[in-house]
Every structure is written in structure tokens, then in C-alpha cells.
């Protein structure tokens, strides 16, 4: 099967628009309910994370940036059902979601937030450097773009070795002027590298909507100029995000080759705590609400008569984030020893 | 032991890190079919194979950041730049990538990698080529910045560097690829980072230079023979970490100190040794620690006035004539 997309496809563009049945077709939604009930906690638990999180920086539990992932869940989510535990992935500074999904705890998460010792990055990191080596959750970072060759990296390693471990790195529309994004992509078309490149076009860049930051609208063209294969989707779905990746990460495993995959989506907080979001209007952001991915999967799990589990996973989130909160706030501060040996491996160099 | 040019020494640490880990590889511009830019790399394609002698396209940043990523997932990759000028379009991925990820990950995470090119000046290449880049480099926590003057030392430290668990920036000079000297074949041999060498003993005035620059004080020094000023030569062969031990010891036994590098006056490596100096070995001082630098301007490419730019002998000499009140 072919992912090309038709222009006639590219020219389909917002959000609820009519996209050819090829495009917009959901598929395997028959999947197992247990999936889509552990899929859905997942999206759940990230969600409460976060509303917490946002709570906890209202009250100057947390400091710096907060970059808030609420509305974009089923793409981390989705992802991570589709991929590997050993294979890598890498995000940008809006990382809690896909760290919790790969695995990490909340308490490790929050913790991190909180700059305590106890945190994935010892309290170093902070909200945008999460990393969590052992889930393969490589990082974090804060530079637009500039993760992007690090990625290709992880999977030219990969190929060097022969293994067929695949690397998934995610970055915003927002991304895609930039020069490492496309040193990155020339690399892994030129070196036939087992990647996929997942732009969450969330449509602002900050504040600046996509129609005044790219001549184009459709980012997936982006992959014609390298010869790599492309997709793209609007985020209806956790289970279509999986097997929609899923497709791209098979041709990553299995032919060594890398795809563009655009991701429509939107996020319902502002680019950061300290954006009101004042580019947008209310009823914008209220209609995208309507659409909220996470809440259409507990629609239909309620309706397919889930409410007894849904309830429980209610009850146990709840308790693992209230566990959260509690962990951080009580967890050491790290001392300033943790600095020299985290700066160099072995003996500091002055 | 066998004669080898600057350049052969290099090529032989990485051919024998090389044969002894696969995980080392070589990527970088016109360094597999072309044979190397400055012909370093001369023959590792045909004995390595394009898996692991890797031409790369003009893209620095690019594979910089590649790079980093592999060395992150257990590679021990050596990157070469056309010179270190170009690595200026990949400073962010130097500066944000490489030297912060150990730290942002809380320590999770090692980046064993090798960045290495000419630098400094060359012959006439105007002012977009002629940077001395150790000065940015070295200012940063989390990266190691070596600057060997000496073909054994070539050898010695990029084996060092290959095998050590951090980014580490080798800077070469293309007016040193020449350079002869006897190097030791034995495959276990190393020099360990942050150790200076005497390379000429004195007693009047402590040159301290590195790279280009030590051959550059050692014509100073004979000169200065024949007026009857003994000068001691440190080469330090690795500006981070910085052998500042050796340093005192040579200036505790001169009193004076000339700090003698290519690149512009303003902060800078200089500057770090002369604030060294003055902290650690203050009572010793007869004179002030003086620097003989390329001049506080872009490097202009008439011969000339590039000539008048870059630090000669005789501006090591003027300055060792001030720090001994003879000028």
C-alpha cells in the first residue's frame, strides 16, 4: 500500500474537513477494548499530570517554563503503543507526555518539576530536559529543531550496528524552517535511515499560526525534496495515531527507510503557562474542545459498557498523581554535588 | 619509534583506535574518495570501507548533531570538520547538544565523541577562515579542548581523546600537517589529557603557548639565546582540562610570564592562563603577565598586513623584553 497523498488530499486542510476516505479512514478501530482502556489511562494519566502540574506552577511549586502537552495526549500515546520499549524516541521542550507514556513514573516526573534529586534529570532538567534512558525516552530539548539530527543519529547507530531498532522523533510545525530539520531529513533520506519524524502540527508556532509562518500548508510536502515517503493525519483517533505510525515504523524496521509523518492536532493550553493565548479567539479553542481525542475514547468506551473500569482507572489515576504531588513535594533537593560528576564523565576538566 | 609528519600522526591514532573498536568511526566532508581535504584521512576508506569512513554532505550541523546521537547510544564517533571555521553553523549543536546533555539528564547520559579539524590561521584564506576556535570552545563546561603542537603529541592525545567518555575538540593546523617528528609506534601509547610539556627549559621568562604557537616561540626563544634571555617553553597540549601545575611550577622558577596564542586578545584561552597565573602564583611575579596575540581585528587577507596580524616571533620577543623591564 502506498502512503503518498494525493495533492487533491494536501489541499484538505482543517481540522474537521473532508479528507478522501483514504485519508481520514480510521483503521483496526475492532482492536481489543483492554488496548483502548489501557491507551485510554495512559491519556488520562497524562492529563491529570498535567492539570496538576499546572496547579502546582500557579502556586510557584514549579519554576521556569511549563509547556503543557493537554489535547495533543493520543499522539504520544499512540505512538508509544506502536513502537518498541527498545526503540528511541526524542521530543522537543512540551516532553512530560511522551516520557509518561514510554514509561516513566509520575513520581519521577513531578519530581522533576519540583528540581528535586528524586526527578528522571536528578532536578538538572527540568520541565523541558525530561529523559528517561532506561524507557529509551532520550530527551527533552529546548532548542527548536535542534534534537531533530540527534534523532538521526540514534538511528544511524542503530543501522551501524545492524539492529532494527527504530527512532521516533517528534517536533511542532513550528520546526519545520529551520536548518536541523532539514539537515536532519537531507541525512536520513541520503543514509536510508530507520526513522520516523512525527510533526505535531498543532497550527502555532508561540503564537504565530501556521498561514504566517509557511508558504505551504500541508508540512508533509516537506518530504518530497528529500525523496522520503510521507503521511499525513488529523489526530481523531489514539488507536488510528498507533496504526497510523505503525505503518511508517514498519517501513523504518523492515526496509531501513524514513517518513514524514504529519500529525494535525491542537492544544488547548497556551504554548507555555505565561501565554494567555490571546491569538486565538474563545470560541476556537471551545470548538476544538468538542473534539478532544481523550474524551471521545471514554465516550465510546462508555458506550461499549466499559463505565465500571473506566471508573476504577479513574480512581487509580487519581491516586497516582495525588501520590505524585506528595513524592515531590517531600523528595531532597539536590545538593551541589550533583554537579561536577554530571558535567563530565570521570574527572571534571578546569 | 618512526618519523612521521603532523598529519600521518593523526591519521595513525585514528587507523589504530580504529582496528581496536568498532565502535569508532570517521564521518565528515570529502574525508572517504577525496582522501581528506588536508589528505589526513588519505587511504582509511579503502581499509575501513563507507560504513565507517563516512562522507558526509555540506550539512555540519547536521552531522555534528548525528553524531551526538550516536556517541549517546554507545558510538565513539570522530567527526572532522574542513576546518574548525565551519564548525561555527554547528556551534548550537556543540554548545546546547554535546557539552549539556550528560547534565540535563541528570547524568544518564555519555557523549564519547571526537570533533577535530585545523585551525587558526593558514596562508592568506581571508577573515571566514582563519578563526582560532579553542577560545569559544574552551569556555565551555562539558567539553575538552585539546590543541597539540607536536606530532608524538598528535598521536598521543587523539588516542586519549577517542577513549575518553566526553566530547573532546581536537584542534590541528593546517601549516602544522607538515611538521616531521618521531613518534612512538606502540599502539598502548597515550599522552593523558591536562598534562603540559616542557619543551624547551629556561630560566628568565615562561613563553606558554600551544599548537602553531609553540613553534612560534621556539624561533623566539633561539632568538632570545642569543641576546642572553633564557626562555622556558610550555606547550600545553590540552587547554581543558588545563595543566595549570606546570605552569606555576615554570613560572615560580622565572618570575615572568608571556602567554603567546593565535586568535584576538579579548578573553580568551590568554586570559585564562594569565588569571591563573596571577591567582596562583602572585608572590612570584616580577612583571605582569603579558600576551602575544593575533591582533583585535578580522584577519585580513593581503600577506602583509596578515603577516602583521598574526603573532610572530617578534612580538613574543617584545613582550618578553616588557615582562623583563628591557624594552
Known sequence: MSLTITPTAALATVWNAVLPPEISAMTTLTNGDDLHLSLYRKMFQIRRFEEEAARAYAQSKIGGFLHLYIGQEPIAVGASAALRPDDYV?????????ALARGMTPRAAMAELYGKVT????????????????????????????????AVGTAFASKYRGEDRVSMVFF??????????????????LWKLPIVFVCENNEYAMGTPLSRTLSVEDVSLKALAYGMERDRFNSEHVLQVRDRLGEAIARARTHSEPTLVEIRT????????????????????????????????????????????????????????ADAVRFAEESPEPGPEVLEPTTYAGPFAR | MTVLRYREAVRAAMIEEMERDERVYLVGEEVGHYQGAYKVTE????????????????????FTGIS?????????????????NFSAVAFDQILNNAAKLRQ????????????????????????????????????????????????????????????????????????????????????????????????????DVSIIAWSRMVHVALEAAAELEKEGISAEIVDLRSLRPLDEETVVRSVTKTHRAVVAHEGWPYGGVGAEVADRI????????????????????PMPYNARLEQYVIPQAARIIENVHRVLYKS
Open chain 2, 104 to 203: 540535563m539528564s541528570g547524568g544518564q547520559l555519555t557523549i564519547p565523541l571526537v570533533l577535530r579539524a585545523p585551525n587558526g590561521s593558514a596562508r592568506q584564506v581571508g577573515s571566514q577562515h582563519s578563526h582560532s576556535m579553542e577560545h569559544f570552545y574552551a569556555h565551555i563546561p562539558g567539553l575538552k579542548v585539546l590543541a597539540p603542537a607536536m606530532p608524538a603529541d598528535a598521536k598521543g592525545l587523539l588516542k586519549s581523546a577517542i577513549r575518553d567518555d566526553n566530547p573532546v575538540l581536537f584542534m590541528e593546523s593546517e601549516t602544522l600537517y607538515g611538521v616531521k617528528g618521531e613518534v612512538p609506534d606502540d599502539p598502548d601509547f597515550i599522552v593523558p589529557l591536562g598534562v603540559a610539556s616542557i619543551v624547551r627549559e629556561g630560566t
Open chain 2, 43 to 62: 587511504g582509511m576508506l579503502d581499509k575501513f570501507g563507507s560504513r565507517r569512513v563516512i562522507d558526509a554532505p555540506i550539512t555540519e550541523s547536521g
Open chain 2, 278 to 297: 596571577q591567582r596562583l602564583a602572585f608572590d612570584e611575579l616580577d612583571a605582569p603577565v603579558l600576551r602575544a596575540t593575533t591582533l583585535d581585528v
Open chain 1, 119 to 150: 526527578g528522571c534529570s536528578k532536578g538538572l532538567g527540568g520541565s523541558m530536559h525530561f529523559f528517561d534512558k532506561e524507557h529509551n525516552m532520550l530527551g527533552g530539548y529546548g532548542i527548536v529543531g535542534g534534537h531533530i539530527p540527534i
Open chain 1, 90 to 98: 526524542m521530543t522537543t521542550y512540551r516532553d512530560h507526555g511522551l
Open chain 1, 266 to 321: 491542537y492544544r488547548f493550553r497556551g504554548h507555555s503557562m505565561s501565554d494567555p493565548g490571546k491569538y486565538r479567539t474563545k470560541e476556537e479553542l471551545e470548538e476544538r474542545k468538542k473534539k478532544d481525542v481523550l474524551l471521545r475514547s471514554r465516550i465510546e468506551l462508555e458506550e461499549k459498557g466499559h463505565k465500571a473500569a473506566l471508573e476504577a482507572i479513574d480512581k487509580e489515576v487519581e491516586d497516582e498523581i
Open chain 2, 68 to 84: 551526538i546521537g550516536a556517541a549517546m547510544v554507545g558510538l565513539r564517533p570522530i567527526v572532522e570538520y574542513m576546518t574548525w
Open chain 1, 172 to 189: 511542532g510545525e513550528g520546526a519545520v524552517s529551520i536548518g536541523d530539520f532539514h539537515e536532519g531529513m537531507s541525512l536520513a533520506a
